[in-house]
């Protein structure tokens, strides 16, 4: 296949300073919770981005110095030449595939809380930390302002040496020091560093020119500018001082990466944010520059990048998600198989590997974070083992998955669902705001379409005559899950009593399948905490229901904090009326009412509720696998084939981790790990014993 000529002007070079990239398509900095501690993994992950195409790819936030310590997070880092040494292992990889490789060097000032080097705290101002840390920054003085511009450049110098050809001057988000600078509600400063807008630019300028001097002759010099803080008044505006930033600064770096801030606003989801939403605020810096302009946007679609290019918005396209959800997006466009991207569903299942300090993920690439730890490669896949016939009998997620990646190492696969295929990301697509979680099966049946040794047979009920007759050398069983109906959940661990005797009771399944309570009044009890329970709250009120959300969790939806979007689902609920009800764990049901008890008090709370609906745990559909293995799997050793449950009908999940489990199946069909082992490299720490 050819390349389709409409989408050439993206494939062409684009010099920034003393390099030249490729083409057009730039791998943004992004955090991947694997950092400084997993330099192995980081290496492996940028690479893959490389040889997909991408003709930059950049590190994450790379600190520059122990005085701005991140701990807990995972970020890289530069403080010394163990620290360039390992990043050289980026560099390296990156360059086999003849990509630049970018660092984004960073002095966080008091974003952090120096846990690990319990230094004091350096601010622009006298100003507490951005966390609930009883920390506080000390205002930095004109020696201590001189003693960052030295490490920002000692570090620039140590990235050059390492390998890097493009060095960052970072004032993206509320998370650097030059922004903290910049912005007036944290600048409080009266010397030449704070007042006029020129002042408080005056530390940006420095460092660009600092490093402009130090490696400007072998490196491209960037700079990341959040042009607009989303604080109205509060904050730097695009139309305001934002613009007047960018006029100011305009020709002194070699490329404007731009943006918005703060990282929630950068990363919306696709719950709240359309592709492209970006480009209302960046638009203006291509008129005031003649640099070129790389920024962000979820772009997943090559019609939707050829336009920001031709309509002189960006030079490159700019991108973190898209390009960790198929990082062989740019090759896919150059050899003409658009249909076989997989394109970003906008989850951010991704952040949450930052939030909580994990290995990164992703929804549609489960290759992701495994390129060095497992080996694997998105696009490649070992040849099948001594199996030739696998039945996999469940085509949500994991089924999918595992039937697709199962006949493209070339076994003879046959698919079966009860229903059309696409299980639990169908059925949640048709839920407000999650059009996109259908692309999870789309790309998969689509993939499957190509496969001539794959058949899928959708409306076909499974049951152990039928598996037995079917003569596979494997079965894997991906049955899914079901939401339970009685009350068990995190908070609660047995069944709530007097839920059978409630008139409207309804699960997730049932709101899903059209089937919504005819009262005017709905409780949505919610003990998942992730999104379910606040969509299902926005469908009802948008239905004209009076709604009440209660929660044992400290807030609504509280893991969605690791999305970067909980505060947006708590506004949206607001804004429709919604009740919401937090720190109440569910004690008893009656026909029309519900009882509550207080987390921190043990008071009692008892709700009117004609309609409710039960948001807690789901329950595995493993019925079909245990008529097999028998109940304590005591036949399975006896069965004429292996038999695997995998996915949520093995353990509920994420949908990411529905798909990973799926492909994990897929690859260790015929070479199954040893369970005694760890089935995968592990970065060590160094023993010193000294």
Known sequence: MTRDPRYDVLFEPVAIG???????????????????????????????KAEGGWAVVATEECDIHASTDVMPYREARLWDQGDQDRLALMTERVHEYGA?????????????????????????????VNSFDPVQACAMTRRDIADVRRWHRQAAIRARDAGFDIVY??????????MHFISRRHNRRTDEYGGSLENRVRLTRELLEDTKEAVGDRCGVAIRFAVDEMLGDEGIASGAEGREVVEMLAELPDLWDVNVSDWANDSVTARFGEEGDQESYVAFVKQVTSKPVVGVGRFTSADAMVSQIKRGILDMIGAARPSIADPFLPRKIEEGRIEDIRECIGCNICVSGDWTQSPIRCTQNPTMGEEWRRGWHPEIIEQRGESKKVLVVGAGPAGLEAAMSLGQRGYEVALADSGDGGGRAALESGLPGLSSYKRVSDYRLGQIAKLTNVSFFPGSEMDRETVLEFGADQVLIATGSSWRADGLGRATHAPIPGIA???QCFTPDDIMAGQLPSADAVLVYDDDHYYMGGVIAQLLADSGKAVTLVTPGPEVSCWTQNTMEQHRIEKALLDRGVTLIAKHTLSGVASDSVSFACNTTDRALSIEAPGLVMVTLRAPMSSLYFSLAGEAQEQIDELPFGLLRIGDCMAPNTIAAAVYDGHRAAREMDNWPDPDSVPFKREQSVIDRL
């Open 169 to 178: 001057v970072y004032a993206g988000h509320d998370l650097s020091l030059p």
């Open 18 to 48: 003393p390099v030249t990239a490729r083409n057009r398509f730039y791998q943004v900095p992004h955090c991947n919770g694997m950092g400084h501690t997993m330099p192995n993994s980081v290496a492996g992950m940028r690479a893959m």
């Open 501 to 503: 005797d409630h008139a």
């Open 100 to 128: 630049l490789a970018a660092v984004e060097l960073v002095h966080s000032g008091h974003n952090v809380s120096n846990r690990y080097s319990r230094l004091p705290v350096m601010g622009v101002s006298d100003i507490g």
